[in-house]
């Protein structure tokens, strides 16, 4: 069995390095996760979104083909700025390496989004930035409702132009969106089958009609009256009557994030994440009981996570997802975050997110709202198997060409709990580059 600093190191962080020591005990790693939060590096949608969105804006209502290099110059901008998104993620989760970073992965697909274009990567990233990390370590239903209200969401599921059918503005025939009510209930709350209608997903979409987004004026979300349908609304048997602003809307948010199924959906939500695919119905209640006695305070819920037996119990039951692989192997070969922000754009590019895309995850692209799947059998496959091979042998050696030694690198990755196949093959490779890629390929390495 291996010292419990080892096992939360591969279980809930992104591994283990030569250069770090994992937090000693469950209440360290939970402390750890303050690391997580926003850093000088953050992205904002008021500096790095807004100005260069309305000065696109502005040069194309002047007529584009009337300053074509200005034009081009705001798309370079926003671009470079788009870029170093993905950077500062992998160079913050190699720093890192724990249950913080790992947490942003977690909730950042929970409350998915994409990086679509040149504004939507960055709308993407001052998503993270600014509704997620900030609340790793506050409660549920604040983190719901600055993820809910975030503009990237609202333009994410086509809030932007809902409008309420007997508002001003739907009395000229605009009309209503159901997309963020219905992954509210659905993929943010309770949960899928637990017991709601269509008719509460259609009378919270209604409630929500006014809460919109201007691309080229907002930095964050914009409650338009005459968008909003007027009257009450009734959502899992609450009554919610419409009052000025965002009210009745942000107390909607809250009321979902302390419903019961909500506390069973996010407990069993972390334990397919953390512990297995289909985990114990004994952790998942346990994790639930937590978030309903504390009122869904994460910190509590992370410590009976990081406190569980299971994670023991059903070691190496988890495939590590592309992003999670690749910052593993990275830490593992000693590789720091200053050698993640010092790499050229077409190397970071080509090696690193390249090769995540050779293994099914291609940057800020999901398949839809629901995230990136949890089962092993999307990413055991023979193309993703063979992306992480091909990672390894030929990429990984351009990242760092003055490889380490693997006979290292398979105590460092795999610490007591290297199976001795590996103890015995590992160093009869005939080349470091072999010898590394035996490690990675290893189904040991592969799950956690």
């Known amino acids: 069995m291996p010292a419990y600093p080892e096992l939360a190191a591969i279980r809930l962080g992104y591994g283990l390095s030569p250069w770090a020591d994992p937090p000693a005990d469950p209440v360290a790693w939970v402390e750890s996760v303050a690391s997580a939060a926003p850093d000088g590096d953050a992205f904002s949608m008021a500096r790095d979104y807004l100005p260069h969105r309305a000065r696109y804006a502005d040069l194309n209502r002047q007529g584009a083909q009337q300053d074509p290099a200005a034009l081009q110059a705001v798309k370079d901008i926003m671009r470079d700025i788009g870029l170093r998104a993905p950077r500062i993620r992998v160079a913050r989760a190699v720093g890192d390496g724990g249950f913080g970073e790992r947490l942003v992965q977690f909730w950042a697909d929970h409350f998915t989004v994409t990086a679509g274009n040149l504004f939507d990567s960055i709308s993407a990233a001052a998503f993270v930035d600014e509704a997620i990390r900030p609340h790793l370590s506050g ?48 993929l943010h709350s309770l949960g899928a089958g637990s017991g709601y209608s269509q008719r ?18 907002d930095a964050t979300a914009f409650f338009n009256k005459n968008w909003a349908e007027p009257g009450a609304f009734q959502v899992l048997g609450k009554t919610y009557h419409r009052g000025e602003g965002q009210g009745a809307i942000l107390q909607a948010i809250h009321d979902l994030a302390d419903h019961l199924a909500t506390a069973r959906h996010i407990a069993r939500k972390l334990a397919v994440h953390f512990v297995s695919d289909d985990p114990p119905d004994s952790l998942v209640k346990r994790l639930a009981q937590v978030f309903r006695d504390s009122g869904g305070d994460l910190p509590s819920l992370y410590l009976a996570l990081a406190e569980a037996p299971e994670l023991q119990d059903c070691f190496r039951q988890k495939v590590r997802q592309p992003f999670d692989y690749i910052v593993a192997a990275l830490r593992a070969c000693g590789i720091r975050p200053g050698n993640i922000m010092a790499l050229d754009q ?47 042998m030929r990429r990984l050696p351009k990242l760092r060409p003055d490889l380490p030694d693997p006979r290292d690198v398979l105590q460092t990755a795999l610490g007591d709990t290297a199976p001795d196949t590996l103890r015995q093959a590992v160093p009869r490779a005939e080349s470091p580059a072999e010898g590394l890629a035996l490690i990675l390929a290893s189904p040991d390495f592969n799950r956690r």
């Open 139 to 186: 409660r549920f239903a604040d983190l719901m409702v600055a993820a809910e209200t975030h503009p990237r969401m609202i333009a994410y599921l086509d809030q932007a132009l809902s409008v309420g059918p007997s508002s001003p503005a739907g009395k000229r025939g605009r009309g209503v969106n159901e997309n963020l009510a219905r992954e509210m209930i659905e």
């Open 200 to 217: 509460d997903v259609r009378q919270l979409a209604l409630l929500l009609t006014g809460l919109t987004f201007r691309p080229n004026r």
């Open 346 to 392: 077409p190397v970071f590019q080509n090696q690193l997110l390249s090769g995540m895309a050779g293994m099914g995850m291609r940057w800020g692209s999901p398949r839809g709202p629901d995230g990136w799947p949890e089962d092993a059998a999307a990413w055991v496959t023979a193309q993703g198997l063979a992306g992480r091979i091909d990672w390894a």
